[in-house]
């Protein structure tokens, strides 16, 4: 009589155990792929607006002022998982932003100032802040003495470019539009002059409107309706005093200007801060 021989219980046991062992180390490895490629996307992406920002400064003589793109991130994880990517990056252009990662959810925005790139990393999905929300920056008066000099100058001097820049360093996506109430037929300038007994001189009131939906006004057309939260501000002495905010649809009139309802005469739309 003869026997087959076969596999001992030990022999089988082992052959398991080089299985387990080897499936426990290629799954990380399988499942990080995917992240890994939406990274590639992303840096793809931050790359390719790079570039285009720079070759229309090159055009403009090395001044592409207030040109900035806006790039919506793939990656469902804060940070860069892939060191390489990160130090290229880094190595093309200079991270602006208080924000210096990108976030999960994000959004990066890369624009050029006086020939030099940098970039901005807009808050994530999983950031507690809204993207959207500038309140810590904008809904208080902005002495000119104090951290939000920048600030209050640039609403003062109609500065659209250094406002956003400004903005976007502090984590806002989208931008902001400051509107003269000079050309407004004095609609804010009554309004502060009828609810606080102080005029101030038209020129020195204005209307910030913040968008909600966090896109560029390049990205806008003439007519598009806009909702959006607007500071009115107006200057006494050395401080920007916020009057109130107020939460209204904006009409785009130009690349840098918005028309918008100026019916309540008695400021009734405004919630005084």
Known sequence: MSYKKGFTLAELLIVVAIIAVLTGVSLPVFNGLPEKGREATDAANIRSQYAKVMAEAITNGGNASGVNEKI?????KDKWQNTEIANTLEELISVKSDIKEPQAG???????????????????????????????LLVKNLSK??????????????????????????????????????????????IV???????????STKVVSVPKDGKLMSERKNGDVVSVK???????????????????????????????????????SWTKA
Request: proline share 1%; glycine share 10%; net charge negative.
């Open 106 to 136: 994000g959004t990066a925005y890369v624009e050029c100032k006086d020939g030099v790139a940098y970039l901005y990393y807009g808050a994530g999905a999983n950031l507690n802040n809204s993207k959207y929300d500038v309140s810590s």
């Open 145 to 190: 003495g104090d951290i939000n000099t920048s600030i209050a100058s640039q609403i003062v001097s109609n500065n659209f470019d250094k406002l956003n820049e400004t903005l976007r360093a502090n984590g806002f996506v989208g931008q902001a539009v400051i509107t003269n109430d000079v050309f407004n037929g004095k609609y804010a300038n009554n």
């Open 193 to 203: 002059a009828a609810n606080t007994g102080y005029e101030p001189y038209a020129a």
């Open 230 to 268: 607007q500071y009115l501000y107006y200057e006494k002495g050395s401080e920007m005093i916020l009057y109130g905010t107020r939460d209204v649809n904006v009409t785009v009139t130009g690349q840098n200007s918005v028309s918008y309802d100026q019916s309540d005469t008695d400021g009734s």
């Open 72 to 76: 919506d991130l793939k990656q469902t």
